[in-house]
């Protein structure tokens, strides 16, 4: 398969900006993310305060990953709750 050099810039510069933020930890996956499965986390995660958000898009884009690494992180946050 052939990279495009546009998208290999372009998660380069997201895992940077990610190693900077609260949700650093996705860099510590075992599973090579997407800029834009990150960008589905991060929107899923600030949409949890106003009620949620649905994950939706093309076939095939990582829609599985995305739910699970919000599960991840919030399963832990509802336990500590608890």
């Known amino acids: 398969m052939e990279h ?3 998208l ?3 998660s380069k510069y ?3 900006e990610l190693d900077s933020s609260p949700f650093h930890f996705l860099l510590n996956t075992h599973i090579e993310l997407n800029p834009h499965q990150i960008n589905a986390f991060c929107a899923a995660i600030d949409a949890l305060k106003t009620g949620g958000i649905v994950l939706a898009d093309e076939v095939g884009l990582g829609k599985t990953i995305e739910a699970a690494l919000v599960l991840c992180m919030t399963c832990p946050l ?3 709750l608890k």
């Open 4 to 6: 495009n050099l546009f």
């Open 8 to 10: 290999q810039r372009f």
């Open 14 to 16: 997201k895992k940077l």
């Open 78 to 80: 509802n336990l500590a």
